[in-house]
């Protein structure tokens, strides 16, 4: 079964630091990775979407990579923000099981971008 | 507007009782889910739907049931056996296919009083 693991589980950052979020995920057989945002009480919002061929992809100040490999991927926010603060999800979708499209999460990692 | 909506919002339960979540998407999606999500916890799959009149159960299924009779809708209700279910509900859909993005409604906190 696939495990996911988020870290660190919480961040405490000033306005304008560069930081770096990390997901590890422990079989490599996946179609693709998805980086989440969630509000507090709010649904997930879709931030990036990684194909299991690529090893990056970029949304304005968000850039995303994934080693397949090693299992790993990592969500860089360049020159943070305080509206940036919240809890940032990253899900595997997996090729193994007969779940189709079904998402495979971590526990998240709570972000807090403080002026 | 695109997208998927869930109402309520907000749900309160009386021991014993079953109630009913709502889940409406307007994208065209074949695929649609239910997910739960505790503090603390990843979000884990209840029930899925690849199709319509076609479910499947997830990893923690016991106490809950679904319906898929159109393909916009897959509401979700929890039952009396469900021995634990204050938790927030997430519903999800996708297009089926494998290299797609999955998008999710707003939640329903449910509470059991």
């Known amino acids: 079964k696939q495990e996911v693991t988020q870290i660190p589980a919480a961040l405490s950052v000033p306005e304008g630091e560069n930081l770096v979020l990390n997901c590890s995920f422990t079989?490599?057989?996946?179609?693709?990775l998805q980086w989440f945002r969630q509000d507090p009480g709010k649904g997930l919002t879709s931030l990036l979407l990684?194909?299991?061929?690529?090893r990056e992809q970029t949304s304005g100040r968000l850039n995303a990579s994934l080693d397949k490999s090693s299992g790993r991927s990592t969500l860089y926010i360049a020159a943070s923000q305080p509206g940036d603060s919240a809890t940032y999800l990253c899900?595997?979708?997996?090729?193994?099981?007969?779940?189709?499209?079904?998402?495979?999460f971590g526990r998240g990692t709570q972000l807090t971008v403080w002026p | 507007d695109g997208g998927i909506t869930q109402s309520p919002k907000y749900l309160f339960r009386k021991e014993g009782q079953n109630v009913t979540l709502s889940c409406e998407q307007n994208?065209?999606?074949?695929?649609m889910y239910w997910y739960r999500q505790d503090p603390g916890q990843g979000l884990r799959l209840i029930y899925y739907?690849?199709?319509?009149?076609?479910?499947q159960k997830g990893d923690i299924a016991e106490g809950y049931s679904v319906s898929r009779e159109k393909k916009e809708s897959f509401p979700l209700t929890v039952t009396s056996a469900q021995k634990n279910p204050t938790a927030f509900y997430l519903c999800?859909?996708?297009?089926?296919?494998?290299?797609?993005?999955?998008?999710f409604g707003p939640g329903t906190r449910l509470t059991v009083l």
């Open positions: 899900a595997v979708r997996p090729r193994r099981g007969s779940t189709l499209g079904r998402l495979y």
């Open positions: 739907s690849q199709i319509v009149n076609d479910f």
């Open positions: 990684i194909q299991s061929s690529q």
């Open positions: 079989d490599s057989a996946i179609y693709n």
């Open positions: 999800a859909s996708g297009d089926g296919l494998i290299y797609n993005e999955q998008f």
């Open positions: 994208l065209n999606h074949d695929a």
